[in-house]
């Protein structure tokens, strides 16, 4: 589970922090307008594997996609 809460948005990339597990322990995704993408730009110290920042990416790379894009979002997966 990851929460990601959207923290920047300008013209030029949207900014969130990831949650791991919902724990104090956090990430941060940019996405970049100009490259039309999502990169991680501090992995979270609980993710030692990148699997929670890479669920986040994708998940990030959707909403911008589908021009949807939450304040709050709880990412749940099984």
């Given at each position: 589970?990851?929460?990601l809460?959207?923290?920047?948005?300008?013209?030029?990339?949207?900014?969130?922090l990831?949650?791991?597990?919902?724990?104090?322990?956090?990430?941060?995704?940019?996405?970049?307008?100009?490259?039309?993408?999502?990169?991680?730009?501090?992995?979270?110290d609980n993710?030692?594997?990148?699997y929670f920042a890479h669920?986040a990416?994708?998940?990030?790379?959707?909403?911008?996609?589908?021009?949807?894009?939450?304040?709050?979002?709880?990412?749940?997966?099984?």
């Open positions: 589970m990851n929460e809460v959207l923290i920047e948005m300008n013209e030029n990339r949207i900014v969130y990831y949650h791991p597990n919902g724990e104090d322990a956090f990430g941060e995704i940019e996405y970049l307008f100009s490259k039309k993408q999502a990169r991680v730009t501090k992995k979270a993710d030692e594997t990148g669920k990416t994708r998940k990030i790379e959707e909403c911008v996609g589908k021009n949807n894009l939450p304040l709050k979002y709880t990412q749940a997966w099984y």
